[in-house]
């Protein structure tokens, strides 16, 4: 995800009006046991500086709706607005998203970057029916991808497919305009309405 966003953030913001760092915890585990602690070290910073906080975690197998009143309730708890949570007269400090289910359901909702690397790929692979919601692949959508692949001969060898070199080649060509995935779309939109 950090190779990600490393890549789409410079794309999507203006970054002479907008300073971003990626942070990454390594795991989704480490994250949710860390967030409270992290956002509240920069609550007095925001009393003097305009920082905004995106959370971006997998939704894997948790309940997307328990998940995401987690992170609110975390920003909410030590004295964070969110879109859903208005603290006081506070703007909104915090953006809570879920990669449903995984980061790979966002190159699924976007063939066009993967055939950009992958260019044996079938040009209609989302209109099969189980790549047709990206974010509702069954079966896992990392190993959905991985079998895709494989399938038209890339990967063969490898037992897994390789997260980071994947994150890395195909992220450069992702079109957020036309991306399918509706949790990329949310991403989208909660990025612009932290910046606004």
């Not at 925001?46 to 959370?55: F, G, K, S, Y």
């Not at 060509?173 to 779309?185: L, V």
Request: proline share 4%; glycine share 6%; hydrophobic share 40%.
């Amino acid at each position: 995800m950090e190779v990600v966003m490393d890549t789409l953030l410079p794309r999507l913001i203006d970054e002479n009006r907008v300073v971003h760092k990626v942070i990454e915890h390594g795991s989704k585990t480490r994250l949710l046991s860390n967030l409270e602690k992290r956002l509240k070290g920069y609550v007095p910073r925001m009393a003097r500086e305009d920082i905004r906080v995106l959370v971006l975690v997998d939704r894997d197998n948790d309940d997307c709706r328990v998940l995401k009143e987690r992170l609110e309730f975390t920003a909410v708890a030590v004295g964070l607005s969110t879109i859903a949570a208005q603290v006081g007269a506070d703007r909104i400090r915090v953006v809570n998203r879920i990669v449903c289910e995984e980061l790979e359901a966002w190159y699924l909702g976007d063939v066009s970057a993967l055939r950009a690397v992958y260019p044996h790929l079938s040009a209609t692979l989302h209109t099969s029916a189980r790549f047709r919601d990206p974010d509702a692949v069954k079966g896992g959508t990392h190993e959905a991808l991985f079998q895709a692949l494989q399938r038209v001969g890339y990967y063969r060898g490898a037992s897994r497919l390789p997260k980071t070199e994947v994150a890395r080649r195909v992220s450069p060509h992702m079109t957020p305009e036309t991306n399918r995935s509706t949790s990329f779309g949310h991403f989208i939109s909660g990025l612009n309405t932290l910046l606004a």
